[in-house]
């Protein structure tokens, strides 16, 4: 399970001072020309509450003086660079490469990623305040984390690591509690349940009885309800437990399932979404679980996606953003683009696509080009605030005067062009559509080569044509290179081309003058399935 791997922090001495990484960025008011305005949310389809698992423990040269264990775990070394990408402990890599948790650009990234996502808030995978290991950079992390949620309107609550505890000594424990109910309850933000602050606990591992949990929660006002794993209330005790939660199970999906036919009998109850399962530990010399859960592209995260939505909990949790030891991440990565984020944005009802959060990552490259730039760091947090109050438009045209203006058209490429409708193939927000105009924007494309499969790529965007959701629609998106949703065929039919996807046997085609090119079954006669490509 996720949480064995804690004990690999038993292996990690932390030494030397932590440094601020948001020491160079200037101010950051949440205001639009001096006016100070609250978060505005972003609207969805459904009425449940979306969380999102969060790991705070990661570290780089730049925040700690050295790669932080989760980084390199015992085997690997993150100052190795093969073809662009640093050695790290994980088969999948971050969009933005290795990050420090508490890097402040890092923060606002992931934020608004999760904001455009239908996020309402963060559950944090929080380590105590023990002074041991690497906890307390981690709990600095998770505050500086904390410290941004209401400026992009976002929720949090605490998912307690009682493994971190001494058996035998509830007075740690109920210490960690005292600072979060000094620290965290009180905030407006903070993720309560008939104004009862609500703590997950990963497990229990250390204190298994109820009177044991007495001691932890006592004296405090408010008291929270404690939300052990699924099966754990008696060890808790039903006076100190509002609920349970599931995980990753090797089991899969069987105990979620199992969980789900009971949801409705706890108070509360925390639904659960994960992509996959596919650890590093024994590459990684650490010990933890090898089993795996297949990702099969984005589809067992959809299923479990809809699972969730369809049941009767009240809030579902993500597992996890950013767990790249188990790869259980759905941040952006080279592998996945931003499929699970889209997928997301697509079932929950969000107005938003992948051009927002491809717009956010362009914040978040610009904060680090200009580095040190004062001036160029107040108008990226104007771009910010934008962001925050759901004006993805204004953030873009802003970025737009700092980059020197939009991209000039792009000349290179060949146009696709239909031979019934005399129309242009192009991408506009992760979708394939069509115009009249040979020239429109996003509608130059190249074909490439890789494993002996056609990808047919957008050349301004550097998206693949893809059906990797099977929308209605065809996409243009980042789609891993291993996808047979991005593998087309090129058929030759009477001095024509038909684009058959190898995934589907289906043919892009124009046959319903929707305004998106479609991928489905059509007989080599239809005008609307055949092409030019030059």
């Known amino acids: 399970m996720k949480k064995l791997s804690i004990c690999m922090l038993m292996a990690m001495l932390c030494f030397g001072c932590k440094k601020n990484s948001s020491e160079n960025r200037p101010d950051e008011p949440n205001s639009i020309n001096n006016k100070t305005l609250a978060a505005v949310p972003v609207g969805k389809s459904t009425s449940k509450k979306i969380f999102i698992h969060w790991m705070p423990w990661f570290e780089t040269p730049e925040s700690k003086g050295a790669w932080g264990y989760h980084w390199k775990m015992n085997t690997q070394n993150p100052d190795i660079i093969t073809n662009g990408r640093r050695q790290i402990a994980a088969y999948y890599y971050p969009q933005t490469g290795p990050y420090a948790s508490g890097d402040a650009d890092i923060i606002e990234y992931q934020l608004l990623l999760m904001k455009y996502s239908g996020v309402d808030g963060v559950t944090i995978d929080w380590p105590g305040t ?10 600095n992390n998770s505050n500086a984390l904390i410290a941004k949620l209401n400026a992009v309107g976002l929720q949090f609550s605490i998912v307690e690591e009682d493994r971190n505890w001494d058996a035998g ?37 250390t204190f298994h009885s109820s009177s044991e949990w007495d001691q932890i929660l006592a004296g405090l006002n408010p008291k929270p309800k404690v939300i052990p794993l699924y099966g754990f209330t008696s060890q808790v005790g039903a006076n100190n437990a509002g609920g349970e939660f599931p995980w990753i199970y090797q089991d899969h999906p069987t105990v979620v399932n199992n969980y789900y036919a009971q949801a409705s009998s706890f108070p509360i109850s925390v639904g659960v979404v994960y992509p996959g399962f596919n650890s590093f530990y024994a590459a990684g010399g650490a010990s933890g679980p090898t ?27 993500f597992a996890t953003w950013n767990d790249y030891g188990e790869g259980t991440m759905i941040e952006p990565t080279v592998e996945f683009g931003y ?20 717009q956010i990552y362009r914040l978040y490259q610009y904060r680090k080009q200009y580095k040190g730039n ?5 108008q990226l947090n104007q771009v910010f605030t934008y962001f925050a109050n759901v004006q993805p438009a204004n953030a873009e045209n802003l970025m737009n005067t700092i980059s020197g203006g939009t991209t000039p058209p792009v000349t290179t490429g060949v146009s696709i062009k239909n ?6 193939l192009y991408e506009d927000n992760g979708q394939a559509k069509y115009s009249s105009s040979s020239t429109v924007a996003n509608g130059k494309w190249t074909l490439e080569q890789v494993n002996g499969h056609t990808r047919i790529k957008n050349v301004s965007t550097g998206h693949y044509l893809n059906i990797e959701h099977l929308y209605s629609y065809a996409e243009s998106t980042a789609v891993p290179d291993s996808f047979y949703s991005s593998y087309w065929v090129l058929e030759d039919y009477n001095g024509y081309k038909r684009l058959r996807n190898e995934w589907q046997n289906t043919y892009l085609n124009l046959e319903n003058q929707s305004g998106f090119a479609q991928c489905t079954a059509i007989g080599a006669t239809a005008e609307s399935s055949q092409w030019t490509v030059n």
């Open 419 to 424: 031979k019934w409708l005399n129309t242009y």
């Open 339 to 358: 499929g699970f984020l889209t997928t997301m944005q697509q079932k929950l009802g969000v107005p938003y696509h992948q051009h927002e959060l491809e």
């Open 169 to 205: 000594q509830t007075s740690g424990a109920h210490g960690d509690f005292t600072y979060m109910q000094s620290n965290y309850f009180n905030q407006g933000n903070y993720l309560k349940v008939n104004n009862v602050p609500v703590v997950l606990n990963f497990g229990p591992i």
């Open 374 to 378: 004062t001036s160029v760091q107040n």
């Open 130 to 139: 023990r002074v041991l290991y690497d906890y307390p950079d981690n709990l």
């Open 291 to 317: 089993w795996q859960i297949a990702y099969n592209g984005t589809s067992t995260f959809g299923t479990m996606l809809d699972k969730a939505l369809a049941s009767s909990v009240g809030i579902v949790q």
